[in-house]
């Protein structure tokens, strides 16, 4: 029997194509082509709408209800009968594998497919000096924080307090270095209150970081040399915790974002909801606040705190200055906040929530950082999250809710929790393990997953069905981030990390060619492509903290850059790039082909990872390509670079056969207009 494909559905119109393996024979290859539903008795066959030179089209309109509904067609010919569900042609009912559509559920179109970067605010840019960290300023983590003064410094092994001095003048003053790029969104790491470099220990969920913003007082002495305790720190009480300091730097994001938002641009914030730090008002285990004076005293001072059931204590008699509390994986700096017994924190979060996304600061989308740890059950997560989508969706319908997550996202993906995850299981890790064998913080290294072509395939199908079509057009598409190691690190193929390999090993013996492999997988596959800071300009690392490296100002790689620059405006040019559906065409050790489709655009990339020249025969048939029709080189990566010279390929016997150089990858578009 012939294989079958379908092209994939739109709304409620689904259309169905079937194809063989000889080209010249591709209609009239079914006798019957149904639509079934899991779960019940709905079976409805579709009916041929139109032929072409290679294949029959097939429709049916089906009318939803409330309920979300999965469903799978059957393909009879003869006597034989096949499946066709998220994973392809199959003999097995797979219904948990099934296409789905949920009655309401819409991601952004202006997230589909856009161009994110991601700040991690302290490295990127220093803007205004006068909000510097301050040598000595406080005490964290039993050590005194540390002013960096070399940009250009490597990150030390316990980093989280070492200041570099980037802040949001910074990001500000090269709004048109990332708008030259082509950047569309702009991915914050944490940037509220907080008193460590990654800020995922939030102080005060309500105001941005002074450190970031803006300092309208200033005094206080910082701590002694010697100190272990912050009772001294009376320079980060008034930065951290004076309220015309927090009013000024909440002044200054809102106008920060409407100088982003008058370029076309947006923003997404983290929000870390599922612990705090222990600097937290809430909590105030540092003292900060019971020394500033007009606060409320916290629920590790005192047992009447109005914040009491914030946090889990085991000790009820450990106060005042009960440190009994729970921490979110035993770590104290990191308190687990306490949802399911505090009312009173659900609606402070949820007001939260609210107050990010609408005026004057009308954020365009949350991060969620482990949001599957929040709470203490999975029915609680659930019902969080669920309150979570409609509080910001009410606020601002087109805000993005994205989610931190490792594994299955399927139940918090069903229309009425997240919109979309980080894409790590469906796009960062087989592309990385494809392209370098390397797992993504290089701590392994596994030579049976380098090069499976068949593996990436299977992996990227696999984890792409988890989720709903319009989830996977907005996932973001990262190759590094701050909790790992620089993708251009990885190519050198080594295991290694700051404390036993030293920073410069992570710069040796790595491979241009399969970075901009990846690069050119990156803004060619469905979902939001999101740079790293710095990957552009050819920052390498180890995996935290050497990931966060200061972005190189004045010592950038330009030809990383203006390849970025490139490849950005093809995905943003091309319709299938942007919005278009996947086919696999080869897979191979170290190659694999695939297209993109949209209406009449059709694109197809070639990437061969072995490091010497190949001959390819691609299938483009299998887009519905025509024999005489030409494709357009419109990129070709090397190892040494890269060419955008035009080239033809003409369409013979359904292919198109080309000659690869050693770590190379190649973009083939059928004719549009770029203007």
């Known amino acids: 029997m012939t294989r079958r494909r379908i092209t994939g559905y739109r709304r409620n119109r689904t259309r169905v194509t079937w194809s063989g393996s000889d080209s010249a024979r591709l209609r009239g290859d079914a006798d019957r082509v149904c639509y079934i539903e899991s779960g019940s008795d709905r079976e409805e066959e579709l009916r041929k709408t139109s032929s072409d030179q290679l294949f029959d089209y097939y429709e049916c309109e089906i009318r939803t209800g409330r309920e979300g509904i999965s469903y799978f067609f059957q393909v ?21 594998f099934g296409f789905r559509i949920t009655p309401g559920f819409h991601t952004p179109d202006w997230a589909k497919g856009a161009v994110m970067y991601q700040i991690y605010v302290d ?48 990001v500000w003053d090269k709004l048109d270095y990332l708008k030259r790029l082509g950047v569309e969104v702009i991915y914050f790491n944490p940037i509220f209150v907080s008193p460590s ?42 930065r951290s915790a004076d309220r015309r ?18 370029r076309g641009m947006r923003v997404i914030l983290d929000g870390v909801f599922n612990h705090c730090g222990s600097f937290n008002k809430w909590l105030d285990a540092e003292r900060i606040y019971e020394r500033a004076g007009d606060y409320e005293p916290g629920a590790y001072i005192s047992a009447d705190s109005p914040y009491r059931t914030f946090f889990k204590f085991y000790n009820e008699n450990g106060w005042p200055y009960n440190s009994s509390y729970d921490g979110w994986w035993g770590h ?30 009308s954020v365009d989308g ?3 950082d482990v949001a599957a740890d929040l709470g203490h059950s999975n029915e609680y997560n659930h019902k969080f999250w669920r309150d979570f989508r409609r509080t910001v969706k009410e606020a601002n319908p087109e805000a993005l809710i994205l989610a931190e997550h490792y594994g299955d996202p399927s139940a918090w993906l069903e229309g009425d929790q997240w919109d979309t995850v980080m894409n790590y299981d469906a796009f960062m890790e087989p592309v990385t393990w494809f392209l370098t064998g390397m797992e993504k913080h290089s701590d392994e290294y596994n030579n049976n997953l380098y090069g499976d072509g068949e593996g990436f395939f299977r992996s990227m199908n696999h984890h792409m069905s ?16 701050h909790d790992h190691s620089r993708f251009l690190t990885r190519t050198n193929r080594t295991i290694g990390r700051i404390g036993n390999a030293g920073p410069e090993a992570a710069s040796k013996d790595i ?66 790039l942007r919005k278009g559906s996947v086919k696999k065409l080869l897979a191979d050790r170290q190659l694999i082909a695939y297209g993109r489709m949209y209406h009449e655009n059709r694109c197809v990339v070639v990437v061969n990872n072995r490091a010497s020249e190949r001959d390819v025969e691609v299938p483009v048939w299998e887009l519905g390509i025509f024999d005489g029709a030409v494709m357009i080189r419109k990129i070709l990566t090397l190892t040494e670079g890269y060419n955008v010279g035009a080239v033809e390929y003409q369409v013979k016997d359904g292919k198109i056969c080309l000659s690869l150089g050693a770590n190379s990858s190649v973009l083939l578009v059928t004719d549009v207009d770029l203007s």
């Not at 009968?81 to 797979?94: E, F, H, K, P």
């Not at 060619?513 to 790293?532: D, L, S």
Request: glycine residues 8%.
């Open 245 to 262: 300091n927090l009013e000024a730097s909440d002044a200054f994001f809102a106008s920060f974002m409407s100088e982003v938002h008058s």
């Open 466 to 481: 988890r989720m709903q079509t319009p989830s996977v057009m907005v996932a973001m598409n990262e190759l590094s981030n």
């Open 76 to 96: 009879m010919k003869d006597t034989e009968v096949c499946y066709y569900n998220r994973l392809g042609a199959t003999s097995d009912i797979q219904s948990c």
């Open 332 to 361: 104290s700096t990191l308190p687990k906040l306490n949802y399911e017994e505090s009312p009173k924190l659900y609606e402070y979060i949820m007001r939260i929530a609210r107050k990010w996304v609408s005026p004057p600061y």
């Open 511 to 576: 491979n241009y060619g399969i970075f901009r492999e990846a690069v050119m997988i990156q803004m060619t596959w469905p979902g939001a492509p999101t740079i790293y800071y710095g990957d552009e300009a050819g920052v390498c690392g180890w995996t935290d903290p050497d990931s966060r490296r200061t972005y190189p100002w004045g010592k950038e790689d330009f030809e990383l850059i203006e390849f970025h620059h490139y490849m950005i405006g093809l995905h943003k040019k091309l319709p299938a």
């Open 123 to 170: 490295r990127f840019c220093r803007g205004d000096e006068t909000n510097d960290v301050m040598d000595d300023e406080y005490i964290y983590i039993g050590k005194p924080v540390q002013r960096v003064k070399e940009w250009d410094e490597y990150p030390s092994t316990m980093d989280v307090g070492r200041f570099y001095g980037g802040d949001l003048q910074g």
């Open 366 to 368: 949350w991060r969620l």
């Open 197 to 238: 470099n990654h800020k995922y220990d939030c102080q005060d969920y309500e105001h941005i970081d002074p450190h970031y913003a803006k300092l309208v007082r200033d005094g206080g002495e910082p701590v002694a040399p010697s100190a272990t305790g912050n009772e001294g720190a009376t320079a980060y009480q008034i």
